[in-house]
Every structure is written in C-alpha cells, then in structure tokens.
C-alpha cells in the first residue's frame, strides 16, 4: 500500500519537472507571439527599443541586450577558465595540505555567496577600482563581466577539481615512472582524463553567467546603447527585463517575452550540452 | 653466481614512510643481477611494493620520507651512482628513463595506442616522426603486441583488453629502453590467459634488460625467476637462487611460507 504510493508519489514529481518545462517554453513562445509576429527576425537586429506615447505600440529590438548579454559573458568567461583551471591544478597537484584544505573550503564558501552580495560589492568597492584603472564611468561591460567571472570562478574551480581528484593515482605514477615532469603529467594525463568534467564545468558556468541577473544590474549600467568600448554601460537580456516589467504592455511585453524565450533557448541548448559531456564520461 | 653482473645493489638500506615511527624496511641487502629475473615474494605487509618503489624513487613523489643507506645503480662502462643521492626533478627523470616500472592495474594513458607507446620518446626529446615509428614498432614487437595492434595504432588505448593494456605498458616501458624493469605484480587484475601471455613476455625480455618482479603467486615466481628473495616484517629474510629457495630454503620460515602455512 505504502509502496504504491510512494510509487506514484514519486511518478508524479518526476513527471512535473517535464511538464514545467514543456509548460514555460510554451507560455513564453505564446506570449512572444505578437511580437515574433510584428517584428521577425529582424527583432535579433534591430537596436531600438521605443514604446509610443500612448504606450500601445512602438519599435523593440533586441539586438543590444543580446549583444550585451553575450559580450559580459564572453569577458567573464575569458577571464574565469585560466583562473579556475589555475587553482583546480593548484589544489590537485600542487598544494599541500596545510595549503589546499583552507584554500578548498573558501572556493566552497565563495561560490555560495548570494548574487545580490557580489552586485553590491561591485558598485560599491570593486566598480572605482576598475574606473580608476580601466576609465570610464565604473560600471560598464568590463565591470559587469569582471564581477561574473568572480562569481563563476569558485563554482567552475570547485567542479574542475572534483573532476581532476578523479584520475587514478597509479596513472598518474606511471606517468612519472616514463620520465613525466609534473606539468607533463597535469598536460598529458590529467587534463585529458578530466576533460568532460572540466568542459562540463565550463559550461555550466557560462549557463550561470548568461542568466546572471542581480550582480549584472547593478553594474552592467543598464542602458539601451551598443557599448562603443569595453568599459562602456550597456544591458542585457535578465536586466531589461527585470528593469522594465513592472510598467511595460502589450506589444512591449510580447518583445519582452521574446527576449525572454531567447534566453531560455540559448541556456538550454549550454545545458544539454552540458548534460551531454557528463553523461559521455559516466558511458565509459 | 659470480660470473653475474650487477645491474643494482641494495646496501643497508632502511626506508621509514612520512609520518611513521617504526621503518618500513630494515637494512635490506640485495643484489640484482643483470639479464636476470629477480623476484620478491613475502606476506602483504612485508615491505616489496615500499622495496621496489624506492628503486625508481617513485616515493619522492609524496614528501617526507626517509631513506638510510644506498641503492647502487650499475652504468654500461662498470661506474655506479647511488640513487638515493638524487635531488633534482632532473636526475630522477633520468633514473626514471632507466629504471621502468609497470604497475598492479594496466595504466594506459587517454591517448592512442601509437602516442601511448610513443609518449616517454617524446618526453626524452626524440621528436622525428619515421624515428618514432621505428621506435614504436619495435617496443610493441617487443612486448608481443604488434600483430593485435598494428591496424589499430591510432585508436584509443581504452578500448584494448586488460592483457592487452598490460602489454601495451611494458611496450611503452621497453620503448625507452631502460636497463631495468620494476614489476609491481602485474598480473595480479589479469584472468590465467592473459597472465601467462605476460609471464613468457617477461621471460623474453630478459635477454635485453634485467627485471625485478613484486609476486603474491608462488607458482609465478617459481616459474619465472632465476632468483628469489623473500621478505618478512619489512626484513629480508633470505636471498637465493629460485631452486635453492623452493626446493631447500635455509630458513624455517622461508619454508612456512612458500609451502603454504601462513601468508
């Protein structure tokens, strides 16, 4: 009796997640029609964002926050790959104890921090500092995309490290046993062994960094414009929305929803990708 | 016995794990004679792993280790050089070159089977590519594996059989012709077939270089080897021709021992 229940118990929670998902997509590409409708593609390229005076029409592009969007991303992820990959390898192989379980433990607690805390530092403490050495006015893509890498870093170490732990001691000694110098074995055995973690940790990253809201409205500035420089202020796609939901109708919704179901798309296809590589490594 | 030539000597030698306060190994003395098969047999525990992995210094790769006394590596021209003085990362991919080592589990790297065989040539600077094909060739022919694997070279060496895996690393071992083999029990994870296809390997390749093997199968080294040394309680407790030690072994103990009453 218990055991039936619990049985469709769990069936129907496992069968939720599927629906919720099916459901989302669908309410977004509902909602995104009107505008799919007015706009097209051309929605991907057009740079003005304008409602009319009566709020009832005007012309939304989607260019800008997407150009945003994807150009924080690319500045977080340039910079966080090396520096995680650094301190993966670094507790893996080179730490010592004494060195590495403190060091393990702040990589943790970092990456536990809630965004909001990361955003505020940022404007704070972390945007003058990049003013003073970059130019600008603070915030700006190069701030916001800095902040994301901090934020990404300890996640992205935390996985990579887990996933380098992974290589069997006897391969690595018998690396050594040829002649291996230590960067010759990390090289030639424990990066090539941990690859799908490592790319699998990259990726999820770059799904976080994508979708990142709060930390990004703080300091990405926020404003409809292409960024002329790296330091220059522009928005992205979470950021527009969650600026502009609370007073936008109609057909700026519908574009609103559309930005939305490209976002939606876009980390779905990183994370099944994701998926994809983990899923390969436990194959084999 | 005399007419042998040494190839390594161990001297004295006392090996204490770090952090430990009893040693591992008491003053150990054993030679290993050239183009000969050596063996250590012993009850778990005994101290033959810790023995053979100080013979390529492989235990420098965790710190704080201890060694006491000399381990005498023999050149070609008669001049030894003693191990244990080795510092730099330098010297011990040097010994490393010259001491192999093949391990309990076969080890293949995530590579293809050429790049497997080809990798300790390319790491000691050998960078043509007809040079490392001959190289290659040669090392897989040389551990019996070159019919199974010569239209496969550039797959994945994943995808060998365990007895094949294990060749391939005494391939990737011999390839840097080194002047010794240190064997960890290395058919210890093979099923009886691929087992004996490793021991007549062996067997072979001591007409080329002299070979130290770590056993817990009595019948291996009884099988296999020209001497015997059987270690007690991290202690050798005798040293002999492999006949001498089956057969009429000077100690009680070595008796118990390879007849089965304790171990």
Request: aromatic residues 10%; charged residues 20%; contains cysteine.
């Amino acid at each position: 009796m218990s055991g039936k229940l619990f049985r469709n118990f769990s069936f129907l929670s496992a069968t939720l997640s599927f629906f919720l998902l099916v459901g989302i997509f669908a309410i977004l590409f509902t909602y995104a029609q009107e505008a799919m409708q007015e706009f097209g593609f051309d929605f991907l390229l057009s740079e003005t964002w304008e409602a009319d005076e009566d709020d009832e029409g005007g012309i939304f592009g989607g260019y800008i926050p997407i150009i945003g969007t994807l150009l924080s991303t690319l500045i977080a992820m340039t910079l966080a790959v090396p520096l995680a990959m650094g301190i993966a390898i670094f507790l893996t192989e080179i730490a010592s104890d004494t060195i590495g379980k403190p060091v393990s433990i702040a990589i943790e607690l970092l990456a536990a921090i809630p965004s909001i805390i990361y955003g505020m530092w940022g404007l704070f403490y972390f945007a003058p500092i990049v003013q003073s050495v970059f130019g600008g006015n603070g915030v700006g893509l190069l701030t916001a995309g800095m902040v994301l890498a901090i934020m990404v870093i300890p996640f992205m170490a935390a996985i990579s490290r887990d996933a380098m732990n992974t290589t069997p001691l006897v391969l690595k000694e018998s690396a050594y046993a040829m002649g291996a110098t230590k960067f010759e074995v990390i090289k030639d055995v424990i990066m090539p062994y941990s690859k799908g973690g490592i790319i699998g940790s990259i990726i999820l990253s770059l799904g976080r960094a994508l979708g990142e809201t709060m930390a990004v409205a703080f300091l990405i500035g926020s404003v409809m414009s292409i960024p002329g420089s790296i330091t220059d202020p522009t928005t992205s796609i979470p950021v527009l929305l969650a600026n502009n939901f609370a007073e936008a109708q109609d057909l700026e919704m519908s574009s609103m929803y559309f930005l939305a179901l490209i976002l939606f798309v876009v980390s779905f296809i990183i994370i099944s990708v994701a998926k994809f590589y983990f899923l390969g490594r436990k194959v084999k | 016995m005399a007419k042998d030539k040494l190839v390594m000597e161990i001297k004295d030698f006392s090996f204490t794990y770090s952090g430990a306060e009893e040693p591992s190994l008491r003053k150990i003395n054993l030679p290993v004679l050239k183009n000969k098969i050596t063996a250590m047999i012993g009850p778990s525990g005994c101290g033959k792993s810790t023995l053979l992995r100080a013979m390529n210094r492989i235990h420098d790769l965790y710190p704080g280790n201890k060694y006491e006394g000399k381990i005498n590596l023999y050149k070609e021209d008669g001049t030894k050089e003693n191990i244990l003085d080795l510092k730099k990362e330098n010297d011990f991919i040097k010994l490393r070159q010259q001491v192999g080592m093949i391990f309990q589990k076969p080890t293949p790297f995530p590579m293809s089977i050429f790049d497997n065989v080809a990798y300790g040539l390319r790491l000691s600077g050998t960078k043509n590519k007809s040079e490392l094909e001959g190289h290659v060739e040669k090392a897989l022919k040389d551990a019996a594996i070159w019919k199974e694997t010569k239209d496969r070279l550039k797959e994945s060496a994943l995808g060998l059989s365990g007895g094949q895996q294990q060749r391939l690393c005494i391939a990737r071992a011999v390839a840097l012709k080194p002047r010794v083999i240190l064997f960890d029990e290395p058919t210890s994870a093979l099923d009886p077939l691929s087992t004996g296809a490793i021991e007549e390997l062996i067997t072979e390749l001591k007409k080329e270089l002299s070979i130290m093997i770590v056993t817990h199968n009595m019948q291996q080294a009884s099988r296999l080897s020209d001497y015997t040394a059987f270690m007690y309680l991290g202690d050798l407790a005798e040293y002999n021709t492999t006949e001498k030690i089956f057969l009429n072994p000077e100690k009680k103990l070595t008796e118990d021992y390879i007849t089965g009453r304790f171990g």
